[in-house]
């Protein structure tokens, strides 16, 4: 809220999405954007009618990622209470995601970023109701579910990482549980009439966007040679880890301490996925094992960017539960996990300070 109701002028980026707002009427913002910008079309025509009404003020056109990242805090809530209970792991990763600088900072900017964690926390929700009905009849609510979420890669390019899964987890389902049968074609029917329109009215425009692959061109995977290669991924890791936390070089090296435990984190769940692909890809710990290899072979294919930062915002979420799984690994060596903890929750502590005091200078413009 502080950062909010600073109403902190709009930077270049956001000037320019405000631009392809006033300027493209109509049929004309599903086209391509000016001044090399990529949103999803959707999701930036209902800021647009919105903003509209009121002049295209702060409080309008912010509003929405706001109610964006608020909406995502109550729905990885849910997500991190299911995968890891009442317990403390619970509350760290909680409080991970809400002193978070970059998830703070992200939620009131004119960026879709903010509905990428909205989005990926929704498909996460849908996963563990999917695992609730795998051998029951499906009610309403999962059939008004099943119509609803193929929409969201509309309103979210991020979705696209994620919005497959349910499909597959229909089609390993259905074999058993034939009632499933009608969800699986319907889920996955919409998902591609979805996946066309958004391709022919949006993402075909960026592809071919030659400033924007330029921009992001140092973000993807180095192949030149394996020492680039073990390079870029190594500085891309660090960034997916460490960079949430904080806005300086100290926050980004302390947190660099906390790859290990991202790494133990990814490898169990990739063990697990293996494990359990029979059954579907559902908890938690296999989405982020899917997700991450998904942004390291786009990363090499050099489509998506690996080390992309605010790109890969929806993935923060995720990078703090794979640190909580990282140090329960080691509750046979309680001494071990005791420090760990307590270093973990002394950091993020600090973490929340920070960010309190740099919100609350912008908000007094101190």
Known sequence: MLHFFSFRELWLD??????????????????????????????????????????????????FPLACMCGAVFVWKAAYRRALGESAAFIAALFSFVVSFQLIYYSSELKPYSMDVLAAGAFCLFLWHQKDIEFKKPSKGSILFTVLMPLLPAFSYAAFFVFWIPAYNFIIFSRKNKALLPLAVCYTGISLAVSVLVYFFDIRFGLSESCLRGYWESYFICTASPYCLIKSFGEGLRNIVAWPFGDSKFFIRTASFFIPFFAIGIFYAGVKCFKEAKRGILGLDTIGFVIFAELFVLGILKKYPFTGERITLFFMPLVFFLIMRGISAFARFRSLRAGFSAFYISFLIFCGFNSFVKFFKLFFKL
């Open 14 to 63: 956001e000037r320019s999405v405000l631009e392809n707002i006033r300027a493209l009427a109509g049929p004309r913002i599903f086209g391509r954007l000016m001044h090399c910008q990529a949103f999803p079309r959707a999701y930036l025509y209902a800021v647009k009618s919105f903003s509209s009404f009121f002049h295209f003020s702060l409080f309008s056109l912010r509003i």
